[in-house]
């Protein structure tokens, strides 16, 4: 234990604050029991130490433990824990927990136990806490962490300082919304380096070497995480990439699962049940239509990539804008709003805005009342109801 408590103060002592993400101001820290889960790369880990650092400088004791360390192969979560709650631990952060076959029954015990030892637990995005033992779904307040939005990425790469916007103030603006920016801000000379390289936090300036580094996290993904998926067989994991790859050059499409079954060799029967699994892993999102239940078993009415950064990734030629354009603004307005299809707009988002999203050739014939908005890529700032596609990127 003593070599996990060395690690742990490395990594929080050599932890930078200088950037933290916007889920930072959205947890309840007083809770004992938080998890935080989300796809590979987003940042879970250095937001987590971000906060054991700030508890440290309080003067508490605090721990990071990996629970895919060797040390856990012979070692037990719930001996370890208690030893160092019983040397005076008060915030001890477990990550990889989906990597530890019986997290969820021992972090219950140690909650229940422990009162006042505060529990930070985090994952894959595939963690589903109402599926696991020890009914942990009832004492853990869960979290989402998703990859930089837009309005992240300007200020961890460009040192902007830009404000954060709700649905309504770009919608319905009570001024010109223009006078929130500096005078001198250019967006759109930010965004197409943005779209291509700018939604993971690791991004360099090697285009091609970050293109490479989301290949492998991919194939991590599929072959190492969705091992921990109930009834997801490992050895279909090569299908699965298949799959994510003939839709990565089609997107965003609606599906013919017949077609799809042909080309990948998996049974149409079972179709439905891995695009669920690829939207699990955040790899994908799938947009059905509105008021209706969605269940594994039901065929998606579209399908996008996760992130256009995945998008250009994975394509064998330059995307199509159009492409570019439906996934940028999925991905950021899904973090904090339902989206849904619609056979008349391209977007029905919280079931009341339409929205229509295009270049500059998009007309207003489309809007047929004061919810129905065009969303043009050409455009730097509002200009009456059409509105400019990177703005929705600072909405989280």
Same mark, same amino acid.
């Given at each position: 234990?003593?070599?996990?408590?060395?690690?742990?103060?490395?990594?929080?002592?050599?932890?930078?604050?200088?950037?933290?993400?916007?889920?930072?101001?959205?947890?309840?820290? *007083?809770?004992?029991?938080?998890?935080?889960?989300?796809?590979?790369?987003?940042?879970?880990?250095?937001?987590?130490?971000?906060?054991?650092?700030?508890?440290?400088? %309080?003067?508490?004791?605090?721990?990071?433990?990996?629970?895919?360390?060797?040390?856990?192969?012979?070692? +037990?979560?719930?001996?370890?824990?208690?030893?160092?709650?019983?040397?005076?631990?008060?915030?001890?952060?477990?990550?990889?927990?989906?990597?530890?076959?019986?997290?969820?029954?021992?972090?219950? +015990?140690?909650?229940?136990?422990?009162?006042?030892?505060?529990?930070?637990?985090?994952?894959?995005?595939?963690?589903?806490?109402?599926?696991?033992?020890?009914?942990?779904?009832?004492?853990?307040?869960?979290?989402?962490?998703?990859?930089?939005?837009?309005?992240?990425?300007?200020?961890?790469?460009?040192?902007?300082?830009?404000?954060?916007?709700?649905?309504?103030?770009?919608?319905?603006? %009570?001024?010109?919304?223009?006078?929130?920016?500096? +005078?001198?801000?250019?967006?759109?000379?930010?965004?197409?380096? /943005?779209?291509?390289?700018?939604?993971?936090?690791? #991004?360099?300036?090697?285009?091609?070497?970050?293109?490479?580094?989301?290949?492998?996290? $991919?194939?991590?993904?599929?072959?190492?995480?969705?091992?921990? $998926?109930?009834?997801? *067989? $490992?050895?279909?994991?090569?299908?699965?990439?298949?799959?994510? /790859?003939?839709?990565?050059?089609?997107? @965003?499409?609606? @599906?013919?699962?017949? #077609?799809?079954?042909?080309?990948?060799?998996?049974?149409?029967?079972?179709?439905?049940?891995?695009?669920?699994?690829?939207?699990?892993?955040?790899?994908?999102?799938?947009?059905?239509?509105?008021?209706?239940? $969605?269940?594994?078993?039901?065929?998606?009415?579209?399908?996008?990539?996760? +992130?256009?950064?995945?998008?250009?990734?994975?394509?064998?030629?330059? @995307?199509?804008?159009?492409?570019?354009?439906?996934?940028?603004?999925? #991905?950021?307005?899904?973090?904090?709003?339902?989206?849904?299809?619609?056979?008349?707009?391209?977007?029905?988002?919280?079931?009341? /805005?339409?929205?229509?999203?295009?270049?500059?050739?998009?007309?207003?014939?489309?809007?047929?009342?004061?919810?129905?908005?065009?969303?043009?890529?050409?455009?730097?700032?509002?200009?009456?109801?059409?509105?400019?596609?990177?703005?929705?990127?600072?909405? /989280?």
């Amino acid at each position: 234990m003593d070599e996990l408590l060395e690690i742990s103060h490395s990594l929080i002592n050599n932890t930078s604050l200088e950037f933290e993400r916007y889920l930072k101001d959205q947890i309840a820290w *007083d809770e004992k029991l938080i998890g935080i889960k989300g796809a590979r790369g987003t940042g879970k880990t250095t937001l987590i130490l971000q906060y054991l650092k700030k508890k440290k400088s %309080e003067g508490l004791l605090v721990a990071y433990f990996s629970l895919d360390e060797l040390y856990f192969l012979e070692n +037990n979560l719930l001996q370890t824990a208690k030893t160092f709650y019983q040397t005076g631990g008060k915030v001890l952060a477990l990550d990889e927990v989906h990597k530890y076959p019986s997290w969820s029954r021992e972090l219950k +015990n140690l909650h229940d136990r422990y009162p006042d030892l505060q529990i930070i637990f985090s994952g894959s995005s595939i963690i589903d806490i109402s599926k696991q033992e020890g009914d942990i779904s009832r004492r853990a307040i869960m979290y989402e962490l998703h990859g930089l939005s837009f309005r992240e990425y300007l200020k961890i790469k460009h040192k902007l300082a830009l404000p954060l916007l709700k649905m309504d103030q770009i919608l319905f603006p %009570e001024g010109d919304i223009r006078q929130l920016f500096p +005078n001198d801000f250019k967006p759109l000379s930010y965004f197409n380096d /943005y779209l291509t390289t700018g939604y993971f936090p690791f #991004s360099g300036e090697n285009k091609e070497l970050y293109f490479q580094k989301l290949r492998q996290m $991919i194939r991590t993904i599929v072959e190492y995480d969705m091992a921990e $998926i109930k009834g997801f *067989d $490992i050895r279909n994991g090569k299908k699965l990439l298949q799959l994510l /790859y003939i839709i990565s050059q089609r997107v @965003p499409f609606k @599906p013919n699962l017949s #077609s799809l079954a042909e080309k990948t060799a998996i049974h149409r029967n079972s179709l439905s049940l891995y695009l669920s699994y690829l939207a699990e892993a955040r790899l994908i999102d799938l947009q059905y239509p509105a008021g209706i239940s $969605i269940s594994t078993l039901q065929k998606p009415e579209k399908i996008f990539l996760n +992130n256009t950064n995945y998008l250009y990734a994975l394509a064998e030629i330059k @995307p199509e804008k159009g492409t570019v354009r439906e996934i940028f603004f999925q #991905s950021q307005v899904k973090v904090n709003h339902r989206l849904n299809y619609s056979p008349s707009v391209d977007f029905l988002v919280n079931q009341e /805005y339409h929205f229509e999203v295009g270049g500059k050739s998009k007309t207003r014939n489309q809007l047929l009342s004061d919810k129905h908005f065009l969303v043009k890529d050409d455009l730097e700032f509002p200009a009456g109801k059409s509105l400019p596609l990177w703005i929705f990127g600072f909405m /989280y």
